[in-house]
């Protein structure tokens, strides 16, 4: 599955962004006063293949959810039980990408692919949990192993489990476009994950893990120190080739990491965009980049991480991000909000009139 996606994924077509240009310089407004929506919107009618290219409507959010054995190194202060918890409250529908996900209109889909300990069911919250007319979230029981190995003293993976891992993902976007998803969003939980995501930023970046390692929840500065310690020794233990991505997955990645880079895998296949939240679905981007380099046309940045690794690797992908407002949850809650804007980059090329329809002079 993962060889077949990587086959299908192609350049952008030229004619189509040269026809949305065009239809750029056409519309009743200055040309370029839209500034980074008309590129994005150009960019959009090349991965689609058309101009105007569709509406990113309806929106479907995969969040990927898996417990790491790093934890053990005290690389955070959250216990790792909280993974399964937070996977109870989305189910609930009482998490922030819930709140943010009703606002939008967009459904969320929860992917159990590596949580070490089942989810704890909790109680729906009074508003509802699901899009305006729609269902509520639904788990995806797809659990590769339950957490990774402690990658301070192993691979985290075995590079089968990475495999597993990433055709989970890719499976999980073929079912939501399938099921009518015009654009995917990225969504992540897992105690801990801020670490692998370092290491993997730090291979596939050529970057200095001291420079792509944050605080992650927010962690004092001992805890800090330690987690650049532990992301050098485990890039020193493994020397990861980043020409190899399923081997640098297995060997300092997370499973939802894995995963996400199957989801923005597959969306590339079929050619619907991905909009990425924060560090991990960056984390995930280079990985899925360095297996198919076209897929990076598929891509939209929602938003800039407060984690320093964010930056490094949107800089290393080309990516801008649309939002930039100091975030840190995770979630899938950056690329919700930057839904919206998305949206109206598109919207422009369907429903603003030419000069010459609306009988508008130009300069």
Same mark, same amino acid.
């Given at each position: 599955m993962l060889e077949t996606t990587r086959a299908a994924i192609g350049p952008l077509d030229e004619q189509a962004m040269a026809a949305a240009a065009d239809l750029q310089r056409r519309l009743t407004k200055p040309a370029g006063s839209l500034g980074a929506l008309e590129v994005l919107s150009i960019r959009l009618a090349g991965l689609a293949g058309t101009c105007p290219p569709p509406l990113p409507e309806p929106a479907a959010v995969a969040i990927f959810a898996g417990d790491h054995g790093v934890h053990a190194q005290g690389v955070t202060p959250w216990p790792q039980e909280v993974t399964g918890q937070m996977i109870g409250n989305f189910l609930a529908g009482g998490a922030v990408v819930n709140a943010f996900a009703r606002q939008a209109g967009a459904a969320v889909t929860v992917v159990d692919v590596g949580v070490a300990t089942p989810p704890t069911p909790v109680a729906a919250v009074p508003s509802g949990s699901g899009p305006a007319g729609g269902t509520g979230p639904r788990l995806v029981e797809a659990n590769v192993r339950r957490g990774t190995r402690d990658l301070a003293v192993t691979a985290a993976l075995t590079r089968e489990e990475a495999r597993a891992a990433v055709e989970t993902g890719i499976r999980v976007a073929g079912e939501l476009i399938d099921a009518g998803a015009a654009i995917l969003l990225t969504g992540d939980m897992g105690i801990g994950n801020t670490t692998p995501a370092a290491a993997l930023i730090a291979v596939f970046a050529e970057a200095d893990p001291a420079t792509v390692t944050g605080r992650g929840t927010g962690v004092d500065d001992p805890t800090y120190q330690r987690k650049i310690e532990v992301v050098q020794a485990a890039l020193r233990r493994h020397q990861p080739d980043p020409t190899d991505p399923l081997g640098v997955l297995a060997a300092v990645g997370g499973l939802e990491h894995a995963a996400l880079a199957g989801l923005i895998l597959g969306a590339a296949a079929r050619r619907v965009p991905v909009l990425l939240d924060g560090v991990i679905a960056d984390s995930a981007a280079l990985a899925a980049a360095a297996f198919a380099p076209a897929a990076t046309? @598929?891509?939209?940045?929602?938003?800039?991480?407060?984690?320093? =690794?964010? +930056?490094? @690797?949107?800089?290393?992908? =080309?990516?801008?991000?649309?939002?930039?407002?100091?975030?840190?949850? =995770?979630?899938? +809650? =950056?690329?919700?909000?930057?839904?919206?804007?998305? +949206?109206? @980059?598109?919207?422009?090329?369907?429903?603003?009139? +030419?000069?010459?329809? @609306?009988g508008v002079a130009q300069k």
């Open positions: 046309g @598929a891509m939209v940045a929602g938003h800039r991480s407060v984690e320093p =690794g964010a +930056t490094v @690797a949107l800089r290393r992908l =080309g990516l801008t991000p649309l939002v930039d407002l100091g975030l840190r949850l =995770g979630e899938g +809650t =950056g690329a919700l909000l930057a839904l919206p804007v998305v +949206t109206g @980059a598109v919207r422009v090329l369907h429903e603003v009139a +030419t000069f010459d329809s @609306a």
